[in-house]
C-alpha cells in the first residue's frame, strides 16, 4: 500500500543515459536520479523510443546495519502506459540473508553474454 510509504527530502545526483548510436535497447532514455548519502539509485524514468515516459522505478533504501550498508528493502517499477506495476526484492521475503561474499564473472555482464541469456 503506498500510503504507507515515507519520502523524505535528499539531495540526489541525476544521471541521463541514452541509447548509443547504432544500438537497441528498450528504453531510448533514462534518467536516474542517485542519493547523495548512499550512491543507490532511488528513482528511475524510462522513456520509449516516442520519447514517452513509460516506466517509473524507485528504489526504497533501507540501512543495514550489521553489515553497516545501505540495501534496498523493496524495488518497485510502474509501467504508466499499460497501468500495472511488480514490486521486487521485498527483504522480508527472502530465504536467507545476502552473501556479500560473492564474486561475480563480470564476461557474464557483456552485451553478447546479456543477450544470449535473454528469453524472447
Known amino acids: 500500500n503506498p500510503e504507507h510509504t515515507r519520502y523524505e527530502l535528499h539531495r540526489v545526483w541525476e544521471v541521463q ?38 516506466r517509473v522505478g524507485e528504489g526504497h533504501i533501507a540501512h543495514n546495519y550489521h553489515e553497516k550498508i545501505p540495501g534496498y528493502s523493496i524495488e518497485t517499477l510502474y509501467d504508466l502506459i499499460a497501468g500495472r506495476y511488480i514490486a521486487l526484492g521485498m527483504y522480508t521475503e527472502e530465504e536467507a540473508a545476502p552473501n556479500f561474499d560473492y564474486t561475480p564473472n563480470y564476461n557474464q555482464f557483456t552485451p553478447a553474454a546479456l543477450r544470449a541469456s535473454g528469453v524472447r
Open 17 to 54: 543515459g541514452n541509447v548509443k548510436d547504432g544500438q537497441r535497447h528498450i528504453y531510448a532514455q533514462r534518467n536516474f536520479f542517485v542519493d547523495e548519502d548512499s550512491w543507490m539509485i532511488t528513482l528511475a524514468d524510462h522513456y520509449d523510443g516516442r520519447g514517452t515516459l513509460w
